[in-house]
């Protein structure tokens, strides 16, 4: 039920670019980016909504597919600072029918100077 | 002034002890999450409550309850401490239906020797 990312991890050189991805074999209901760096806890970054939707502040951007069944997140020139544990979440339906945010594996970012 | 917020941040304890986790938001949310993370970084969900009723309960052992005195609060309380219990727990809260973003707390890390 929970989505899928890709790669599980990822080490770059500062200035480098990055893709992660996170797919789903159903269509999703929406779909949230966290970053939590080592010992912290989860940092929101964007939530997508829309097939087609495309966000992002910074150089940090993400899209989420027509099928809203994938979406990617998009680290443009990476810094130092954007190291850490990305997760993308999902809103499914809980057995009980309420909506439950459930995230993927997640995808540890190292980038070295 | 924190959004949510756990105490303890670390719990060193001994199997078969009883202990329990606080977690209090103050974003006038009525949704309130509990999540485990566990070594490989997976974030799985515990329980949701919405206005102080348990709305989601995954499969989790009956030696965890939680508890929700008011809608600003959601402890956790658990019995009988195993090895298999040390992971870090996160507290979080959100407004539901509105696909709005997660608050997490910073974390309890629970280790159990």
């Known amino acids: 039920q929970q989505p899928v990312q890709s790669p599980q991890a990822v080490i770059l050189r500062e200035g480098e670019d990055a893709v992660i991805n996170c797919s789903s074999s159903k269509a999703l209901y929406s779909v949230h980016w966290y970053r939590q760096k080592h010992g912290e806890a989860p940092i929101f970054l964007m939530i997508l909504l829309k097939g087609g939707e495309q966000k992002g502040h910074d150089k940090i951007s993400a899209s989420f597919n027509e099928k809203k069944q994938q979406s990617s997140l998009y680290l443009t020139a990476s810094q130092l600072s954007y190291s850490g544990t990305y997760f993308c979440?999902?809103?499914?339906?809980?057995?009980?029918?309420?909506?439950?945010?459930?995230f993927g594996q997640g995808t540890r970012l190292t980038i070295n100077p | 002034d924190t959004a949510v917020s756990q105490t303890p941040k670390y719990l060193v304890t001994q199997m078969g002890n009883d202990k329990s986790i606080k977690c209090e938001q103050n974003l006038g949310h009525d949704t309130m999450y509990w999540y485990k993370q566990d070594s490989k970084k997976f974030l799985k969900i515990m329980f949701s409550y919405n206005n102080k009723e348990l709305i989601i309960n995954e499969t989790v052992p009956n030696r965890f309850s939680p508890k929700s005195p008011d809608k600003a609060h959601l402890n956790l309380h658990i019995n009988s401490l195993e090895l298999g219990d040390s992971a870090v727990y996160f507290c979080?809260?959100?407004?539901?239906?509105?696909?709005?973003?997660?608050?997490f707390g910073q974390g309890t890390r629970l280790t159990v020797v």
């Open positions: 979080a809260s959100s407004q539901p239906g509105r696909s709005t973003e997660a608050f």
């Open positions: 979440g999902t809103e499914i339906s809980s057995i009980q029918g309420a909506q439950k945010l459930v």
